[in-house]
């Protein structure tokens, strides 16, 4: 698997403790997950950064930020088929924890996305999303 974007959660004013330079951002509400998110890419390592910032008290990441405080709450990998790996992370110990479909267009449109946790750390795979 190659790795796609690193997840990290943050305040939005607290984006530039991790990456200095965001040059080109596209930025994303997501409805379901009560998330902004503020995407960014990397073209020196083909990267793309991922902040996700809470928008409240029901945002799926808002206790990860209280508990926590700012910092990488995920690695997403692009894979060529969801299923087939699903199986492969659950044989390995990985909890499923859930999935959805959404459209980020910076991603190439529409991507499917499974997450999974193990050990304190969350992984997210990614298909159908287009490399610019």
């Excluded at 943050?10 to 997501?30: A, H, P």
């Excluded at 209280?66 to 060529?80: D, I």
């Excluded at 924890?97 to 449109?109: I, R």
Aim: hydrophobic residues 35%.
């Amino acid at each position: 698997m190659k790795i796609h974007h690193i997840g990290i959660v943050c305040k939005e004013n607290e984006i530039g403790r991790f990456f200095f330079n965001l040059k080109k951002k596209f930025v994303y509400k997501d409805l379901n997950q009560k998330n902004k998110l503020i995407i960014a890419y990397n073209p020196h390592n083909e990267v793309w950064m991922e902040f996700v910032i809470p928008q409240n008290n029901k945002s799926t990441v808002y206790n990860f930020l209280k508990k926590k405080g700012p910092g990488v709450h995920h690695f997403g990998y692009f894979v060529k088929n969801l299923n087939k790996q699903k199986k492969i992370m659950e044989k390995k110990g990985y909890i499923y924890v859930g999935s959805f479909t959404t459209n980020v267009s910076c991603f190439g449109g529409e991507i499917k996305t499974m997450f999974f946790y193990k050990n304190n750390f969350f992984t997210e795979l990614l298909s159908n999303v287009k490399k610019k």
